[in-house]
Each structure stands twice: as C-alpha cells, then as structure tokens.
Nanobody, 125 residues
C-alpha cells in the first residue's frame, strides 16, 4: 500500500515558478515509477511528467518540455515537479500517482494505481 500527499501548489503570476512535492509512505515506493498529472475544470486528467524508479528516465508532455523538471529523492520518499515559466494554461489541480504493477514508465492515467488528492495550481495572467 502506498499513500501519496501532494503539496506546494498556490496562486502565482505568469512567468513565476513553483515546486510541487509528492511525499509517499510505504517501503516499496522506491521501486515504483511516479507520474504527475493535472486536471483543469471541465477537462480530462492529463499526463504531465513521469520518472522511473531509479530516476534515470524522465518523460514530459510536449507543452511542458523545457519548463518543468521532474526529479525524485528516494531517501526522502519524495518526488518533485519544478515548474518554471508558468503560463495561465498550466492552471489545474495537480496529482501525483504511483505505478506498482509495471516496470515500465506509464504515460497514461490508466497505468497508475495509487493517487494523491491533488494540489491546486493557479496561474494568473
């Protein structure tokens, strides 16, 4: 069993930065790929970024490449999403998720079986 708790969201202006954290409990967390997803009002939950269990492999959706960076500290059971040059279209609830069932890194929400409750990110223009 894995429990995930996101933090670090808030209200910022366009061009600002935020760092989201995903803190996990559970001794097997370090062996799971972790993904970040976001959901804006009236929209489906979409993939943002993911990282392999070693941290060696990272993946991003095209709209955040070059602006967002995913990383993990397995000693602290925490995954981070550094978000720079934020845009109003980045406004959404951001969720982290863990995949306990596969060794590959999933790029869709259907491949993740543990989810946090989300943290709100609002970017004003």
């Amino acid at each position: 069993q894995v429990q995930l708790v996101e933090s670090g969201g808030g209200l910022v202006q366009a061009g600002d930065s935020l760092r989201l954290s995903c803190a996990a409990s559970g001794r097997t967390f370090n062996s799971y790929a972790i993904g970040w997803f976001r959901q804006a009002p009236g929209q489906e939950r979409e993939f943002v970024a993911a990282i392999s269990w070693t941290g060696a492999n990272t993946y991003y959706t095209n709209s955040v490449k070059g602006r967002f960076t995913i990383s993990r500290d397995n000693a602290k059971n925490t995954v981070y999403l550094q978000m720079d040059s934020l845009k109003p279209e980045d406004t959404a609830v951001y969720y982290c998720a863990a995949d306990s069932r596969s060794v590959r890194v999933g790029l869709t929400r259907y491949e993740y079986d543990y989810w946090g409750r989300g943290t709100q990110v609002t970017v004003s223009s």
